[in-house]
């Protein structure tokens, strides 16, 4: 009978801790699912095209090791890392996200244009330039896929 008892004390506390436990345990898988529905939640790291990495995907990832290089380098008083003029085309590439390619093209410009102002300035301005490219890569990542601002807002530099 004692041995009835506990066993009914146990099966009651573990139903009180499912009672708890799957309602929150619900609501974070919902959370987690929730972006999904969200284009602008979007994570383009996703692999979304079934035939592998696009273009357009291929070029950030390269756009990344640049910037990403750039902002160690700077932050220590360095150069800049050689830039090999491969990202010229990038209004132009195919990629797997749907995006509105007329705000593409326009960010695209304003994303080269500051990537050329950087490289042709002086020294003591290249930390504001590398700033100013970097929010060129926020704006347009708040528009199209957030997925990769947490790693993009790492690379700017304080400009004092
Ligand atoms: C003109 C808009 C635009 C600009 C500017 C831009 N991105 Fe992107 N980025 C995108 C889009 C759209 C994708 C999704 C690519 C696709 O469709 O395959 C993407 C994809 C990525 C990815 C994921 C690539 C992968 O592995 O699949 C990273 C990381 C990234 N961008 C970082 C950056 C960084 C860093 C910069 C600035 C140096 C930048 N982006 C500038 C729009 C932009």
Not at 48 to 72: C, I
Not at 75 to 95: C, H, I, M, Q, V
Not at 122 to 149: F, M, W, Y
């Amino acid at each position: 009978m004692k041995y009835l008892n506990q066993l009914n004390n146990q099966y009651r506390s573990i139903s009180a801790l499912s009672a708890v436990l799957i309602p929150v345990l619900s609501l974070v898988f919902a959370c987690s699912e929730a972006p999904k529905q969200d284009e602008k939640e979007v994570s383009c790291e996703a692999p979304l095209n079934p035939n592998g990495d696009s273009e357009r995907a291929l070029m950030m990832r390269k756009m990344t090791q640049l910037a990403e290089a750039n902002a160690a380098s700077l932050r220590n008083g360095g150069e800049l890392e050689p830039y090999d003029g491969s990202f010229a085309n990038l209004a132009t590439t195919k990629g797997t996200m749907p995006v509105d390619e007329d705000f593409f093209k326009g960010m695209s410009a304003a994303y080269l244009s500051s990537l050329e102002a950087l490289y042709a300035a002086e020294p003591s301005q290249r930390v504001q330039l590398h700033n100013n490219l970097v929010k060129s890569c926020q704006d347009c990542h708040a528009q199209t896929c957030r997925g990769p601002l947490k790693r993009i807002d790492k690379m700017i530099l304080s400009e004092n």
